[in-house]
């Protein structure tokens, strides 16, 4: 039946099949249908934190494959300096049923081989020097892609709307720096949205506001090129001038005298 059925537990009702049925299909099905016309990434959390040897994937929600993948507990891996590029990846392992359960396992695993496979999806990249420790807090925008000793989690695909976008994290980063400076018109309805999107933004509103903005073709750009536009940006607004907030603006006030 379609429409809205929700099961009673009653005291002393009989437990149906049909009833455990509908609370499947409304955790399972709605989820996956809220998100049928979304890409592959990452949805919520799943943000990665450092000890000296271990990065920490956190909690956090996936979409892949048309099905919502949740991490409800840390999951862990080991590094160690290597001057080398390393990435962070996470395996979507083919579904198997077991004891009475369709299960979708995932792992993580962290290689020098920055080649993806059809089931394998970037959380960040780094390369560490010997004697050196993994940042994850960055100075300003532009330090966020340093290339050595430095978290990269630019090229991580984040779940949007028909094609995956950049980190909600880089864009909000990116407003933040930006709006202490003059901005043009075109950034201001940008901004806001970034700011008023709660996942990531979407990758067309971000390609035309590139192309506009910078007055270049954007379609099909990487996370990468979208990474450098903004630095781009930054750089041009910091030559302007940098607005005062501190000085409040006063009111003339005119005496006339009859």
Known sequence: MNGQI???????HILRIQML????????SYSELEYEDYSNGIISGCKIATTEDRLILNQGLIHYGGHIYLITEPMFVEYHPTNTWCILKICFLDANESNGYLCRAIEIHLSEDMNLESNE???CRFKLQPGAHLRTKYVDFFDRNTEFD?????????????????????TRAFVREARLYEVEDLDIPFFMQVLNTKGAVSREVIELYLSLRLRKDFSNCSNLDIFNAFCEILRSLKSGNKLDFSQKKTKKQ?????
């Open 21 to 28: 049925t509908r609370l499947r299909d409304y955790a399972y």
């Open 121 to 123: 999806m970037e959380l």
């Open 150 to 170: 430095t978290l990269i989690n630019i090229h991580a695909p984040f779940c949007a709307i028909e094609k995956s976008s950049i980190s909600p994290e880089i």
């Open 6 to 12: 929700i099961p009673l537990f009653e005291h002393e």
């Open 254 to 258: 005119q005496i006339i005298v009859c």
